[in-house]
């Protein structure tokens, strides 16, 4: 199979069969932030607004370099910004400004 088929076959995040270092499975307590996008996830699906099937396809467009960097929620934010950006909902600049309102409300809490 020829690099181009695989590509077209495999998608970014299908890396079943391919060789890996041993996985280390261990339980552990969920993040807040991370209990927060898995809730978030669940309101932009109730409000009709992304779909866990739009959820799937926003993670694998990623690429195969981003969701090999990136924990399993950030691929979750990433994906879901990158759907409401090209649905109209949010923009950019609306995301950036309200980044900046919860870095210094949570930078005045630490002071």
């Not at 934010?77 to 409300?105: C, G, H, W, Y």
Request: glycine share 4%.
């Amino acid at each position: 199979m020829t690099q181009t088929e695989q590509f077209v076959k495999q998608l970014a995040n299908d890396i079943g069969g391919l060789p890996a270092d041993r996985i280390e499975q261990t339980d552990h307590s969920l993040e807040p932030w991370e209990k927060r996008c898995h809730a978030l996830a669940d309101v932009l699906d109730y409000h009709k607004l992304i779909s866990t099937e739009e959820k799937r396809r926003g993670v694998e467009s990623l690429g195969a370099d981003l969701i090999g960097k990136l924990t399993y929620y950030e691929r979750w934010i990433l994906a879901f910004a990158n759907i409401l950006f090209q649905k109209q909902i949010l923009t950019p600049d609306e995301l950036a400004k309200k980044m900046e309102e919860v870095t210094s409300r949570y930078s005045a809490t630490k002071n």
